[in-house]
């Protein structure tokens, strides 16, 4: 069974910086693309960033300029580097990995808070 544990979320001010990471139970090959999503509370879960295996990223509009996804396949992790934090980044932040036949795993979330 497949289960991704995000950490490192947290409580910040505007302008700090947090860096979440993903570890996956499994070879991280295993999976085309790995994302980050968020979910602020009333609103829908959206992509902030994603990469895929070859290493091709794709940013939020939002985020663009201020967070960095990366992946380490000797760890079977992947990151966010969150810069710049602003109080619209508040969110429950989600790991997901899409396998090969587009089937999605989930991590349990992690929190992340901006005070202004």
């Given amino acids: 069974q497949v289960r991704l544990v995000e950490s ?3 409580l910040v001010q505007a302008g700090e910086s947090l860096k ?3 570890t996956i139970s499994a070879d991280i090959f295993r999976f085309n693309v790995m994302g980050w999503y ?3 509370p009333g609103s ?3 992509l902030v960033a ?3 295996r070859g290493g091709s990223t794709i940013y939020a509009d939002s985020v663009k300029g ?3 996804i990366s992946r380490d396949n000797a760890e079977n992790r992947v990151y966010l580097q969150m810069n710049r934090l602003k109080p ?3 969110a429950v932040y989600y790991c997901n990995a ?3 036949t587009t089937y999605d795993y989930w991590g349990q979330g992690t929190q992340v808070t901006v005070s202004s």
Avoid: N, P, Y
């Fill in 98 to 100: 899409r396998s090969v």
């Fill in 8 to 10: 490192g979320g947290g």
């Fill in 44 to 46: 829908q879960r959206e």
């Fill in 20 to 22: 979440l990471s993903c």
């Fill in 88 to 90: 619209e980044d508040t």
């Fill in 50 to 52: 994603s990469i895929t």
């Fill in 38 to 40: 968020r979910q602020a």
């Fill in 66 to 68: 201020r967070f960095t």
